[in-house]
């Protein structure tokens, strides 16, 4: 399914086109073996043994006559594992085979600008170290590329840093420069859209889009016909690209592409890797390809940051829970977008959308879809004012703008000059559609189908939209993802948020600016998108600019850099508090400079694996070590993986007594002392130990406890601590809540 359709449409909208798709596709393809991931952790021999080995035990399962077309990727590069067409059975059988840690359908993925740097106080004349910038290769796992955009010229850059390794495909006139050092795609099961293009070519816009914002070089003057207007720019503008196509046009990402992505951007020498993609429900850690892909991209040094998911605003919907790799909520920045509706009796309705259309202020005839049932299809009056596609009658809503109770697309379908939709959910951002429209309260839709009702020839007309200060900014979108983190609940999962509503950024010129079929738009450079996916790549920037401070931190290091000096969110505005927004808004400029920083080592996570109750077996076939053994670690508990934040679940007025323990490592003045501050709701009591930190020197790593007492009463009890030496200001987030 579309990442388009899943960034900038209300959810629930898109679930008809999804249903629609996946159904055509599976009758398509009768056959009883589908694809399967096999994943053998760390890689043992040199590449040649570990692709011999795959070949083998694929024939050991599937005969002789297995042909080279059964393995469709053999993952050795960066790890060990294969993709292969079996059936369940054979599935089964290649599960129990030595070596193997998981087998699993390889899931379909779906991919979840430029005032947004500028609102969150990251200017363009920020502090650079241009040189250590132009060295960092950001990988970017999306739908590939437009080269030629302005945000990717590569005037001024030298030839690819030394260590990178990786390769471009240049087919269908696709060529890599000095800024795109990288690019390739990949594609071994299932067909690819009319509109594809095999060549790591973006034509439906969402990785052009992400790439820009997390290093696109600086455009001035970009817009989507003068909305947004700016300085189009990515969070390191001097930092090199490198593309991993893994997303198809209005088709998904499948799982077995994306783990081959990761084996190759691991092993081509990207610092850090953005992935703006992911399921519709949380896996375990090794049954999902993106996790088990940042798994080994950490071992590697190398930051995963990823989308949270645009499933919101129901609860436990976070998709991208490995502590391991970020997880990013979507923010808005302060630009918002008003579409007035005029009616025939001069009465003026404030909806939300980006309306590029201009109607001219002519008054059009106004239908309400009630009365406009498409009767072949089945529809009466009473299930047509949804406007759900295929509900309306064409000869009924022709050279008329239709009242909808709930955004939809019939009316673009049944081929009406506008429309105007109520159900606007709160907090939900300014769709772009593909006809003039405007999206109500539910309240003022009521108003004007009164309206419609009342007179005998009801007209309206759709404005364009005006772009205004949205001065209520930030707050989460209502589409972003919330957590609990279903898979380890003592993880607060999303760890943070960035902008991802209303983002301009680079766009290609032969991908239309909506996601809705049959939109003809097309020939814009800079589009608007909103998302999780517009997130994701603002936190992969800050990232790689913390790295060019900081070029040796680990993965956990940089993660907790942004997550202790991320902007504080107000609960006030957000009932889901710690759940919809993390630690907060990142605060770029703040992050390179945490103070201390809350480390965490690939064995750490190892120790963590074993408290959730993976064997020592199997984690050891993970890391390739036969000295990680679960039984050295039996002391601690699920809870004492040094995460930069808190997370206790616990029940309903029990009393709760939780001793958590924590590390922090001095990265900021050589002698400090740091007072640790605890603010804490009614009912809970929370006491540090000790109190004081005092270091002596640089990169002295000092621990403490920090303990919970008492009981909650609501769902979710906020709280925090913060390390204070004056100077800087080392924020957790702890939260007590009733899974
Ligand atoms: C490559 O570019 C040429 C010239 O612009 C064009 O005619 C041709 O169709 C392009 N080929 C592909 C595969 O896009
Ligand atoms: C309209 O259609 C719906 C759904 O098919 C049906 O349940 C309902 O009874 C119909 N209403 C009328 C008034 O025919
Ligand atoms: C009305 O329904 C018929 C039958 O399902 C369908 O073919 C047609 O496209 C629909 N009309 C519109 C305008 O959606
Ligand atoms: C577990 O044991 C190790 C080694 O004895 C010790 O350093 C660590 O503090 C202990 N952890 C806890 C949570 O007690």
Redesign the pocket.
Known sequence: MACKTTTSTLSWLLLFSLAFTLHVRHSASQTDRKVYIVYMGERQGDEDTTSSLHTSMLQEVIGSSAGPESLLYSYKRSFSGFAAKLTEQEAQQVAGMDGVVSVFPSENKKLHTTRSWDFLGFPQQVKRRRTVESNIIVGVLDSGIWPESDSFNDKGFGPPPSKWKGACQTSANFTCNNKIIGAQYYKREGLIGKEEIRSPRDVSGHGTHTASTAAGNLVSEASLRGYGLGTARGGVPSARIAVYKVCWGTESCSGHDILAAFDDAIADGVDIISASLGGNTPRFYFDDPISIGSFHAMRNGILTSTSAGNEGPNSGTVTSVSPWSLSVASSTIDRMFLTEVKLGNNKIYQGFSINIFDLKNQMYPIIYGGDAP?T??GFNGSSSGNCMP?S???NLVKGKIVLCDVPSLGSF??GAVGSVMGGRPRHSFADDFPLPASLLDSKDAKNIRAYVRSTRNPTATILKSNERKDTSSPYICYSSSRGPNLISPTILKPDLAAPGVHILAAWPPIAPISEYEGDKRVQYSYNMQTGTSMACPHATGAAAYIKSFHPTWSPAAIMSALITTATPMSTEKEPDAEFAYGAGNINPIKAPYPGLIYDINPLDYIKFLCREGYTTKLLQIITGDINDRCSKVSNGTIFDLNYPTFALPTSPSKFIHHVFYRTVTNVGSPTSSYKAVVTAPRGLKIKVKPSVLLFKMFGQKLSFELTIKGRIEKRIASASLIWSDGKFQVRSPIIVFVP
């Open positions: 498409n072949t299809a295929y309306l009658a064409r379908i049944a």
